[in-house]
């Protein structure tokens, strides 16, 4: 699949969602379900959450994600690769895919806090606005993700914490996993959001999230890669799944440091987004495959590719 510069080519969905809204749960309910998780393989999971919370910039970009159409074309390249395991997304965009029939035998992991929009006077207070675990569980999706960020100078931190720990509960009596990303973040002085991204901040924020709920029993974290990332792992014994953002370095630089950190016990794979789905060199396919060979997995699902040194 190319990108489709047609600005019609999904007038199709707004007819659908019009005329027969329960297509939806009919396309959900009809779903071919991901054979499984198993250790030794780890997963790769496309995000596609962020516009939810207002975050629509890819590098210098303030709005690269902003073009629904767009982005719908370059997830479905990204999940044509069978080596991707499914998808990470708000209900919009999880709706799309399952009416484009771009979900079969996919893992599926719906975004659930959204409410902490990007630079909202009280962003850490991270609202639960997005997929609730019923909602997930009538879907038949395997997980729900969260978004923790943990702020000690702002009191709406026992809020997010509290809210984490009930999602953890009802996802966990619905046996279905909970993605948990934590940050230990600061609000710096012009009001902005900062995630530290140090060592002992992620080894903190991660004693943190792995303790919230009544049960770790369906528990993942979702983890950024930074320095001393053996030190970070040696942090949790849950399975782990490695968070791309929106780098800064070069692509072969991040790809090499995903290839360090995968190689670690404990991580389960990746769960990225904008790096994937917007790369530098617009090569949607290129970077997925790139990133596909970096990962445990079977050898037929494997595409070769260089990752420079």
Request: hydrophobic fraction near 45%.
């Amino acid at each position: 699949m190319s990108f489709n510069d047609d600005p019609r080519r999904y007038e199709h969905l707004s007819a659908i969602r019009l005329e027969d809204p329960d297509a939806v749960a009919r396309a959900a309910a009809a779903r071919r379900r991901h054979p499984g998780l198993k250790y030794g393989t780890q997963n790769f999971i496309v995000a596609a959450d962020h516009p939810a919370r207002g975050a629509l910039s890819v590098g210098s970009d303030p709005v690269a994600m902003a073009d629904r159409r767009e982005l719908l074309d370059r997830l479905q390249i990204a999940l044509a690769n069978p080596a991707v395991d499914g998808v990470l997304a708000s209900p919009d965009i999880m709706d799309d895919l399952l009416l484009l029939g771009a979900l079969e035998g996919k893992l599926v992991f719906g975004s659930m806090n959204r409410g902490g929009l990007a630079g909202l006077v009280n962003e850490i207070d991270d609202r639960f606005t997005g997929h609730t675990a019923a909602a997930l569980d009538a879907l038949g999706a395997d997980g729900g993700k969260m978004l923790t960020r943990i702020c000690l100078g702002d009191p709406d931190t026992a809020n997010i914490l509290e809210a984490t720990a009930k999602a953890v509960d009802s996802l966990a009596a619905r046996k279905l996993i909970a993605m948990v990303e934590p940050f230990l973040s600061v609000r710096e002085a012009n009001g902005r959001v900062r995630n530290d991204l140090s060592p002992d901040a992620v080894i903190k924020s991660i004693a943190i999230a792995e303790g919230l709920g009544s049960t770790s029993a369906y528990t993942w974290m979702k983890l950024p890669v930074v320095d001393e990332m053996e030190r970070v792992m040696a942090a949790t014994t849950l399975p782990t799944v490695l968070l791309g953002g929106d780098p800064d370095a070069g692509q072969d630089e991040v790809f090499a440091s995903w290839q360090a950190a995968l190689a670690l016990p404990g991580v389960q794979g990746l769960t990225v987004g904008r790096t994937l789905l917007y790369p530098a060199d617009g090569d949607v396919a290129g970077a997925v495959a790139t990133a596909a060979s970096l990962l445990k997995t079977p050898e037929l699902l494997k595409t070769p590719a260089k990752v420079s040194e």
